[in-house]
Every structure is written in structure tokens, then in C-alpha cells.
């Protein structure tokens, strides 16, 4: 009797045991079902969004959506969301910008789930956009080259940091890290302009430093002053004579081309991977067309 009352004890938590187990594992199976949904209509609805933004910003492909905040799910049952940030790279500004970026991230955007995954929806609202473009340095020294002659100084190997303004003005002013952005009452920042130029055979590398502004859309680069990094005069300034035909040649202004919702340019910037930025904002928009 003993040995049976033994062997049922020990039985008896086993029952028990299997439960548990088979909850766990379905709650785990639940939670991969929603997650893999969440992923799911996510990725259908950055779709919708992203046709509509190919329309509105009038691109030749489409451009990628990402859809910000926790769980795309709860945002889409009530068809409001935190903010999705639209990009497109590769693009081509008439002859001379032939690889920037153009950026929007949208904030308090009303969208019904049903009617956009259905392809029904006209338009997307949006509260508000921030429209930007990004040059990369190798456009910069497109527009630069422009300024060049055959018989003047040669500009290779162009480079974009951030500096501060104060720096710009001030080579004993502290030196900044990171991107300098300007603000929007402002609409100026400073700017490190790294290059190797040369001048009768020799070669020099520099760095200029400069203001850029918004200026009618555009991106005005003012060069204030430069200093010398290596080459035959390191440790000395150039010749006055030689820093008068080099320094003009880096005043140029760059037409990025129509920003986002035909958002008007209200600030520039340099990011920290050197990149020139031009972007503003604007209030109660709309992406428009169909899926």
C-alpha cells in the first residue's frame, strides 16, 4: 500500500506540469502571431503610404516608409499615428546634384487602416512635415569644380564637417563636435570645407571655413577664412596673393532642387557624417493619390 500511495503522490503534479507547459508555449505562439501581424499590416500600410508619397513628392520610385511608435497595431485601430519618416535616396537635381537624399518625417498622421489598405483612401493627413534635402560632399565639389579654371588652383578630395559659426569667425574659438544645425529665425551655420588643392605643381591640403545660408531655395556657401593642414606650406599660411585665388572658388551657391510639400527652405545644416542640409516645416498636408 505504501508504494501505491508513493507512485500516485509523485503522479499527481505531472497533470499540473503539462498544463503549464502547453499555456506557456501557446502564449508564446499568441505572442509570435501578433508580432508577425503587427509586422504584417505594417509593411502593407508603409506600402500605401509609400505610393502616395512617390505621387506627392512626384519621384520616379517609390520611397521608403517606416512607420514610428510602439506597436503599429494600436496605432492603426484608432488610424492615427506618432510619426513615419519617408526617404529617397539616389535623386538627380538638374546637371549638377546627381545623388541626394530627400527626407519627410510626418507627424500626427490621421489614416484609416481599412480604407488605405484597400487602396480607397484619397489622401493621408498629415498635422505636420518636415521637409529636408541632404548633398553629399561629392555634389558640393560638383558646383565647386564649376568655379574652377584650367589655369587657376585644382580643388580634389572635397570634404564637409560641421563647425561652429563662432569657430568660422574665430580659429581660437572652442571647437565643436557633432552636427551643427541652424535654426529656423537664423537660417546660417558653419561649415569645414576639407580639400587638396593645386597651386603650380604643388599640392595643399586645406581646410575653409565658411557660412552657409538659405538663400531663394538654395544653399549659399561664403568662405571666411582658411587654414593650412599639410603640404609644402604646413605650419604657415598661405601666400595672401594665393589665398585671394583660392578662396573665392569655394563661394558657391547649391540648388537642391523642390523640398517636400513644396515646403519653403527655412534652415540649412551639416550633419556629423558631412553631409549639407536644407529643410523647413509645414502644417496640415496631405499625401495624395492611391495604391
Known amino acids: 500500500m505504501s508504494r501505491t500511495a508513493n507512485v500516485d503522490q509523485t503522479a499527481r503534479p505531472r497533470p499540473r506540469r503539462r498544463w503549464l507547459?502547453?499555456?506557456?508555449?501557446?502564449?508564446?505562439?499568441?505572442?509570435?502571431?501578433?508580432?508577425?501581424?503587427?509586422?504584417?499590416?505594417?509593411?502593407?500600410?508603409?506600402?500605401?503610404?509609400?505610393?502616395?508619397?512617390?505621387?506627392?513628392?512626384?519621384?520616379a520610385d517609390d520611397p521608403s516608409v517606416k512607420v514610428g511608435g510602439f506597436s503599429f497595431l494600436a496605432q492603426a485601430v484608432s488610424g492615427e499615428y506618432q510619426v513615419i519618416k519617408v526617404e529617397a535616396n539616389g535623386?538627380?537635381?538638374?546637371?549638377?546634384?546627381?545623388?541626394?537624399?530627400?527626407?519627410?518625417?510626418?507627424?500626427?498622421?490621421?489614416?484609416?487602416?481599412s480604407s488605405l489598405l484597400s487602396g480607397t483612401a484619397k489622401d493621408v493627413v498629415v498635422g505636420e512635415a518636415e521637409g529636408k534635402i541632404k548633398v553629399k560632399a561629392t555634389d558640393v565639389n560638383r558646383v565647386i569644380q564649376r568655379n574652377t579654371s584650367s589655369s587657376g588652383p585644382s580643388i580634389a578630395d572635397l570634404r564637409v564637417a560641421?563647425?561652429?559659426?563662432?569657430?568660422?569667425?574665430?580659429?581660437?574659438?572652442?571647437?565643436?563636435?557633432?552636427?551643427?544645425?541652424?535654426?529656423?529665425s537664423g537660417g546660417t551655420a558653419g561649415v569645414k570645407l576639407g580639400a587638396t588643392v593645386t597651386v603650380g605643381g604643388d599640392k595643399t591640403d586645406i581646410d575653409v571655413f565658411a557660412i552657409i545660408s538659405v538663400a531663394d531655395g538654395a544653399i549659399t556657401v561664403t568662405p571666411k577664412r582658411l587654414a593650412v593642414r599639410s603640404g609644402p606650406f604646413s605650419g604657415a599660411e598661405l601666400p595672401q596673393a594665393?589665398?585671394?585665388?583660392?578662396?573665392?572658388?569655394f563661394g558657391v551657391t547649391i540648388q537642391p532642387g523642390q523640398l517636400p510639400f513644396n515646403v519653403t527652405p527655412t534652415s540649412v545644416g551639416v550633419t556629423d557624417d558631412g553631409l549639407l542640409t536644407i529643410g523647413g516645416r509645414v502644417n496640415d498636408v496631405r499625401l495624395t493619390g492611391s495604391g
Open 21 to 59: 507547459r502547453r499555456l506557456v508555449v501557446g502564449f508564446v505562439v499568441l505572442l509570435g502571431l501578433l508580432v508577425a501581424a503587427d509586422f504584417g499590416a505594417a509593411a502593407l500600410f508603409e506600402y500605401q503610404v509609400s505610393k502616395r508619397a512617390r505621387t506627392t513628392f512626384g519621384l
Open 91 to 113: 535623386i538627380p537635381v538638374l546637371d549638377t546634384l546627381t545623388d541626394t537624399t530627400v527626407e519627410a518625417d510626418l507627424f500626427d498622421v490621421a489614416a484609416p487602416l
Open 162 to 184: 560641421a563647425v561652429s559659426e563662432e569657430f568660422v569667425a574665430d580659429p581660437a574659438a572652442e571647437k565643436p563636435s557633432g552636427e551643427q544645425v541652424a535654426d529656423e
Open 242 to 249: 594665393v589665398q585671394q585665388a583660392i578662396l573665392p572658388l
